[in-house]
């Protein structure tokens, strides 16, 4: 017999997505890259009469993750460049604000001439 402490119960009302969590996910298991509002059209089809935010939220849940992309720049020094344009706005101790640009520029280094072996990262954590 269980203990009336320990029995679980739901709070709000019940789910209407839960019933879609099956269809869903093996619709992304087929193609996981399918936009969400494709897949939301197509529980509409099914019978689907939740809302888009919450629908959202399942898929969100049930996505696989994506990898993250790794993009490896190799050349030799000074043969790759790096520019990056941006502006600041500062305020001053008097309240006057002024725009500040910048540009910055940086020149690929070869990693082996730079004393690093292949870690781009511990290159840069240093």
Request: hydrophobic share 40%; proline share 6%; with cysteine.
């Amino acid at each position: 017999m269980k203990s009336r402490c320990f029995r679980t119960r739901g709070i709000g009302r019940p789910s209407k997505t839960a019933a879609f969590t099956e269809e869903v996910t093996t619709w992304l298991r087929d193609e996981p890259e399918l936009p969400t509002q494709e897949l939301l059209c197509r529980a509409e089809e099914s019978g689907y009469a939740g809302n888009k935010t919450a629908f959202h939220a399942l898929v969100a849940s049930a996505r696989p993750p994506r990898a993250t992309p790794i993009a490896r720049f190799e050349g030799l020094p000074g043969e790759l460049s790096q520019h990056d344009f941006g502006h600041v706005d500062v305020t001053f101790v008097d309240r006057r604000t002024k725009r500040i640009h910048s540009f910055r520029r940086a020149f690929s280094m070869g990693l082996a001439e730079a004393g690093v072996n292949a870690q781009p990262a511990a290159f840069l954590a240093a």
